[in-house]
Nanobody, 127 residues
Framework: QVQLVESGGGSVQAGGSVRLSCVAS????????MGWFRQAPGKEREGVAA????????YYADSVKGRFTISRDNVKNTLYLQMNSVQPEDTAMYYC????????????????????WGQGTQVTVSS
């Protein structure tokens, strides 16, 4: 059973930056899918960014393109989400997800049917 632990959330002013981290309890194939998802109160969970392999290893939701960057450290088994120019609409619980048996490019990895999920970290953006 892979365990994922997110950190880095908190309160930030609109226009500021937040960096989220997700540490996996064991090695995960660097080609496999990992992603960030978020859920705001009263709304459905949505994919934010995902990373996999291939010519286009990363993919972003339209709402965060140009502002967020997903990356991974394969040695540390850690996934990151750099959030710049945050907006109040970015306020949500952010979840890390991983699936060691799912390989593909970023667009493929943005799907939400992951095997393992973290417990989430809250990001609150004030205007």
């Amino acid at each position: 059973q892979v365990q994922l632990v997110e950190s880095g959330g908190g309160s930030v002013q609109a226009g500021g930056s937040v960096r989220l981290s997700c540490v996996a309890s064991e090695y995960i194939d660097s080609r496999s899918c990992m992603g960030w998802f978020r859920q705001a109160p009263g709304k459905e969970r949505e994919g934010v960014a995902a990373i996999g392999t291939g010519s286009f290893p990363t993919y972003y939701a339209d709402s965060v393109k140009g502002r967020f960057t997903i990356s991974r450290d394969n040695v540390k088994n850690t996934l990151y989400l750099q959030m710049n120019s945050v907006q109040p609409e970015d306020t949500a619980m952010y979840y890390c997800a991983a699936d060691p048996n799912r390989l593909g490019n970023g667009g493929y990895c943005l799907r939400s049917d992951y095997e393992y999920w973290g417990q989430g970290t809250q990001v609150t953006v004030s205007s």
